[in-house]
């Protein structure tokens, strides 16, 4: 069993960044994609970000994000992150970490759906002040 922790949101002015933090705990994080997705209220849950397992060289974002923000992780630490640069009033959200199963034969590319994910963490808020 997985479980996911997320940190580090909080109330921001426009242009700031932050950092968002996961930490997982369970077996064997490294052979786990992991995705950060953000849901406001009324609305479904939108793709942000995602690294692929293993060693996290391949990563994808959403449009809206892409050049802002970056997302990593640190297997030994069993950590990812969601660096967030140049925040704008639309970024606010509730964001929440995902993982997907363990894949042992084969790394699993960054996923973009929620569905393709089996665990979740309980969400970070992030507020964004214009």
């Known amino acids: 069993q997985v479980q996911l922790v997320e940190s580090g949101g909080g109330l921001v002015q426009a242009g700031d960044s932050l950092r968002l933090s996961c930490a997982a705990s369970?077996?064997?994080?490294?052979?786990?994609?992991v995705g950060w997705f953000r849901q406001v209220p009324g609305k479904e849950r939108d793709f942000v970000a995602g690294?692929?397992?293993?060693?996290?060289?391949?990563?994808s974002y959403s449009d809206s994000v892409k050049g802002r923000f970056t997302i990593s992780r640190d297997n030994a630490r069993k950590m990812a992150y969601l660096h967030m640069n140049s925040l704008k009033p639309e970024d606010s959200a509730v964001y929440f970490c995902?993982?997907?199963?363990?894949?042992?034969?084969?790394?699993?590319?960054?996923?973009?759906?929620?569905?393709?994910?089996?665990?979740w963490g309980q969400g970070t808020q992030v507020t964004v002040s214009s």
């Open positions: 690294i692929d397992s293993y060693d996290g060289t391949n990563t």
């Open positions: 995902a993982a997907t199963r363990r894949a042992l034969a084969l790394a699993l590319p960054p996923l973009t759906r929620a569905t393709e994910y089996d665990y």
């Open positions: 369970g077996p064997e994080f490294s052979f786990r994609a």
